[in-house]
């Protein structure tokens, strides 16, 4: 038997499919998995040249896991929204919901209470994490600014 051009086409992207449901199938079931452990953040590593921000404490662990990271500064969270674990815009303003801070910029970055950078403040060398925003002069879900400090 002699098939078209258009069945043979048929035939084979439906053996294509089938070949592949096991493996599709398999990643399904781990990002499952993965959204519905209390681990931390998959953002909670922060790629190098950005300062992370989280919502929750413990860079996400445990938290809804809303997060956002930055090249540059920012004079005010209230044009912000927080990201999703997918990278999906949540729809929620960050404007003084940060509860902890990864900073892989290569400088010092600031958090400011207030707009424009001022009130209370905290900053964070290179490298450091803070997961516990609560024991810095800029406190639990008060942050409204972030300036960086690569001059």
Known sequence: MRLSRKAAGLVT???MLTALAPAGAAVASTVASTVAST???PR???YGGRVCLYAGFDFNRGHADLWRDFIQD?????DNNWLNWDFTNSWHS??????????RIGCSATLW???????AHSTF???SNDGFLVNNAVSNNRASALDIWCR
């Open 44 to 46: 909670s590593t922060c």
């Open 13 to 15: 992207a439906a053996a």
């Open 74 to 78: 920012d004079a005010d969270f209230a």
């Open 39 to 41: 681990a931390a953040s």
């Open 125 to 127: 060398t290179h490298d």
């Open 94 to 103: 960050m404007n003084n919901e940060t509860s902890s801070i990864r900073n």
């Open 113 to 119: 209470q207030h707009p424009g950078y001022t009130g």
